[in-house]
């Protein structure tokens, strides 16, 4: 028998390190060839890392939530043959790997209660009988609760019934029986002491902390907010745009139901609504590295989409949008997103973005505060479309109306650019036949 190390292998071009969000495998599981033993996360993709021999798990090298350089040992395996390390390798690291968990020491028993009624916990209070308590206290009243947090009442069915149909939590009720066991002459012993504590309120405190590692996604999202929110001036601008036209057109268009084509969503006319506008203010579709001081304006406008999944938010994104029409912008959205839901998404598909648009369809909100995803300088927020009354200068008229809320960076772009561009593409959405004349 022989030993074989696994090192963290290169995710990604350009990539030094990754983070270890998940173990599929523990010390001591048998593994087979391509086995999948962990996932590592860099740049918002997760790459899974196969085992490449068939063997047994001796040590792991990291904890969920450590990075992890490119090269370094993540596993180590016992495996038929030499292996491809020696024997002697670090006998010290498996030795901790493999040893069992130390065992706690036994509590001694409390000497003043009897064994057959302490608490089932170690150094939890002595549960006394129902009628003890009366007994000792004359009034038969106790304070506090008779078990330990999170101790279950143990009970037959026949006494939770009886418990049940007199309005009583057996949590506060001692029990006489072996391990605290609750029986009817306590149930009878707690409804003596009065209706004042015989009824359960439902109603308990809950002083638990749980403590929740950011890993992962999640710590991407945290940092990447950070620096948005701590390097860039924002300023928000929020206009309501008429998409009657829109929606009636969209409508329309989906009903023709053609194989080679998406069914069509608001989003890829703001695309296009976006390319037009941008055409006007090449500005708005930049990256600004502001330790340099430069503003990278690109020509290529890459649209991400901020899509939240089942792991937190991510921004797959459309590439290229300058040259792609409404029906394949709908086709590489739909494309994306179910790439992005499944985590199929690849680095490349992840990255790369101009200018953003995020939108949270039906729970939308009235009004959003968007938050650049920096180094870009402009993020397009998509509200809640709802039916409103509109004053058409002589009635009011039932529209389909939906807001803007849009953010720019206010080191670059001024609040008046921002407007224009705004006010541009709520004129290309409110007669979106526009959004198709070349």
Same mark, same amino acid.
């Given at each position: 028998m022989g030993e074989h190390i696994i090192k963290l292998p290169d995710v990604g071009e350009g990539v030094a390190e990754a983070e270890l969000v998940e173990w599929h495998v523990k010390v001591g599981d048998m593994v087979r060839e391509d086995t999948v033993l962990a996932a590592v996360m860099t740049d918002k993709a997760t790459v899974e890392i196969p085992s490449p021999v068939d063997g047994e798990i001796l040590w792991l090298g990291a904890e969920i939530g450590d990075t992890v350089a490119i090269g370094s040992p993540i596993v180590r395996l016992k495996v038929a043959g030499e292996g491809n390390v020696k024997p002697q390798g670090d006998a010290k690291a498996e030795a901790v790997a493999a040893a069992p968990p130390a065992k706690l020491p036994t509590p001694k028993p409390e000497t003043a209660a009897p064994p057959a009624k302490t608490s089932p916990k170690a150094g939890a209070p002595v549960a006394k009988p129902a009628a003890a308590i009366a007994k000792n206290t004359g009034q038969?009243?106790?304070?506090?609760? $008779?078990?330990?947090?999170?101790?279950k009442p143990l009970a037959s069915p026949a006494v939770r019934l009886r418990a049940k149909e007199a309005g009583i939590d057996l949590r506060q009720v001692a029990g006489s029986g072996p391990a605290g066991r609750i029986g009817h002459d306590d149930i009878e012993a707690f409804l003596a002491r009065g209706p004042q504590v015989a009824k359960a309120s439902g109603l308990a405190r809950n002083d638990a902390v749980e403590d929740i590692k950011l890993v992962g996604l999640r710590r991407k999202i945290a940092e990447k907010m950070t620096l948005s929110r701590s390097r860039i001036p924002h300023i928000t601008y929020v206009e309501e745009i008429d998409v009657t036209a829109l929606e009636d057109l969209r409508a329309a268009l989906n009903k023709e139901k053609r194989a080679d084509r998406p069914k069509l969503t608001l989003l890829p006319f703001l695309m296009r609504a976006m390319v037009k506008a941008i055409a006007d203010q090449p500005q708005l579709n930049s990256l600004f590295d502001d330790e340099a001081g430069i503003i990278h304006q690109?020509?290529?406008?890459?649209?991400?989409?901020?899509?939240?999944? $089942?792991?937190?938010?991510?921004?797959?994104?459309?590439?290229?949008?300058?040259?792609?029409?409404?029906?394949?912008?709908?086709a590489e959205v739909n494309r994306l997103a179910e790439?992005?839901?499944?985590?199929?998404?690849?680095?490349?598909?992840l990255s790369g973005s101009t200018i953003t648009i995020t939108s949270l369809g039906a729970m939308g909100g009235i009004?959003?505060? $968007?938050?650049?995803?920096?180094?870009?300088?402009?993020?397009?927020?998509v509200n809640k479309m709802m039916v409103?009354?509109?004053?058409?200068?002589?009635?009011?008229?039932?529209r389909k109306m939906m807001n803007l809320s849009s953010s720019f960076d206010h080191r670059v772009i001024d609040g008046w650019d921002a407007a224009v561009f705004v006010q541009r593409i709520k004129a290309l959405l409110e007669t979106p036949a526009l959004i198709f004349v070349d």
């Open positions: 038969g009243s106790v304070s506090g609760s $008779p078990r330990p947090e999170g101790e690109h020509g290529g406008i890459h649209i991400g989409i901020a899509a939240q999944t $089942p792991s937190g938010l991510v921004v797959p994104v459309v590439k290229h949008a300058e040259a792609r029409d409404i029906w394949d912008c709908g790439a992005a839901k499944s985590g199929t998404a690849t680095r490349d598909e009004a959003t505060t $968007p938050v650049i995803n920096h180094p870009e300088v402009a993020i397009i927020g409103r009354p509109l004053w058409d200068g002589t009635q009011f008229i039932p």
